[in-house]
């Protein structure tokens, strides 16, 4: 059973930091990609960052390039989400997805068969 549980999320004034945590339930070397994604009502869940886990690499939509990072700890089998920066827009549900199998859409929700619960984050004006 693959569990992956999200933490760190609060409220915060635009232009504050916050770092979120996606801690997952198995040796983080058997999944292919992880990601951060987001979901405000209304709206489609939105890719933010994601990482394959074997090499490094790392993607970004242009709307949070510079100002959010991705990066795993593997000995602690958690991925993180540090989020400088934030702007009012940011708010919304922040959960973490895995894939086992491949990376080839690495910010697209529909490819991630693993979730998290979700973990909210508000940013104020």
């Known amino acids: 059973q693959v569990q992956l549980v999200e933490s760190g999320g609060g409220s915060v004034q635009a232009g504050g930091s916050l770092r979120l945590s996606c801690e997952v339930s198995?040796?983080?070397?058997?999944?292919?990609?992880m990601g951060w994604f987001r979901q405000s009502p209304g709206k489609e869940r939105e890719g933010v960052a994601s990482?394959?886990?074997?090499?490094?690499?790392?993607y970004y939509p242009d709307s949070v390039k510079g100002r959010f990072t991705i990066s795993q700890d593997n000995a602690k089998k958690t991925m993180y989400l540090q989020m400088n920066s934030l702007k009012p827009e940011d708010t919304a549900m922040y959960y973490c997805?895995?894939?086992?199998?491949?990376?080839?859409?690495?910010?697209?929700?529909?490819?991630?068969?693993?979730w998290g619960q979700g973990t909210q984050v508000t940013v104020s004006s």
């Open positions: 997805g895995a894939d086992f199998v491949s990376c080839w859409y690495p910010l697209d929700a529909v490819y991630y068969k693993y």
């Open positions: 198995v040796d983080i070397h058997r999944i292919n990609c």
């Open positions: 990482i394959v886990i074997g090499g490094g690499t790392t």
